[in-house]
């Protein structure tokens, strides 16, 4: 990974919430680094309650290609809590904050860093590839219609990925207590102020059907929150989008009725979570397999 750190140091941070990742933080970070000279990249891991060792698995992942590991091991597990930490412990600058299950190749590090060499403040992401292959039938037709939606195509921020440089990060200020952050993150830039590079980032989807309806309903809750701190967001809808895609041909009717099935379903499980006053983040374990 070439760069312009000066006198070749590093040329952004990655920056990784992780709680009890063990599974799949080597992963995330072999893919990362195989291709990246010693001190060209600086690697954050923030452990926020973890108790499987993930730090440890970290830094031995980083170890076989001559990287370092910074960490920062905190007590109490939550998202918001560990980027708070890890953003303003961040000295070097573009960062770009990875979750621990998804896999972000250097070219794609590099793109994003070079996007974000501005001192307007910016936020960036990558186009996103859903690694589906061992999910179920479902599943994978539902990925099908989401990946073609124009949000994720077009506007998108986050689902494992996103990137700030520091007049950015002054402008997100301190993230307070929400479930979507990258929902949080996305509507603090206009959209002018958003990069979606072309280099990709994979992210693997739930592998059944009940633990993606059970992600969906996290994420429909999370945005009905953000609407109620925020007011309702401007931009195409995902209804607008689907009639799309389908007469164009992009997606089938069955993919269609597959995404409409789960999106209902995840409603419905949202609003019973609404009704208990349940907010746990509920991490999907399935997508998680050992790596």
């Known amino acids: 990974m070439e760069g312009s750190g000066a006198d070749g140091g590093a040329v952004a941070t990655v920056l990784v919430p992780a709680h009890d990742e063990a599974a799949v933080i080597g992963r995330c970070l072999r893919v990362l680094l195989e291709d990246v000279p ?57 960062v770009i904050v990875l979750d621990a299950d998804c896999e972000l190749p250097a070219a794609t590090a590099r793109a994003l860093a070079d996007a974000l060499a501005t001192d307007v403040p910016t936020v960036a992401s990558a186009r996103l590839t859903v690694a589906a292959g061992a999910s179920s039938a479902l599943v994978r037709r539902f990925y099908r219609v989401w990946t073609s939606l124009p949000y994720v195509r077009e506007g998108m921020v986050g689902s494992g990925v996103f990137a700030l440089n520091e007049p950015g990060w002054r402008r997100l200020g301190d993230l307070p207590d929400v479930t979507n952050d990258d929902g949080w993150v996305r509507r603090s830039f206009a959209p002018h102020e958003r990069v979606l590079v072309p280099e990709p980032f994979v992210a693997h989807a739930a592998r059944t059907t009940r633990a993606l309806v059970s992600r969906r309903a996290r994420i429909v809750n999370g945005n009905r929150e953000l609407a109620v701190r925020l007011g309702a967001e401007d931009g195409p809808t995902n209804a607008g989008g689907l009639r799309g895609s389908v007469r164009s041909g992009q997606v089938g009717l069955v993919d269609a009725a597959a995404f409409l099935l789960v999106t209902a379903a995840s409603r419905c499980v949202a609003a019973v979570r609404r009704v208990r006053g349940d907010r746990r983040w509920g991490t999907d374990l399935t997508s998680r397999v050992a790596a």
């Open 38 to 94: 010693p001190g060209r990249l600086k690697v954050l891991v923030v452990s926020n309650g973890s108790s499987d060792g993930t730090v440890a698995v970290a830094r031995r992942a980083a170890a076989e290609f001559g990287h370092a590991v910074e960490a920062l091991e905190l007590a109490q597990a939550g998202k918001i809590g560990a980027l708070r930490a890890g953003l303003a412990a961040v000295d070097v600058w573009p």
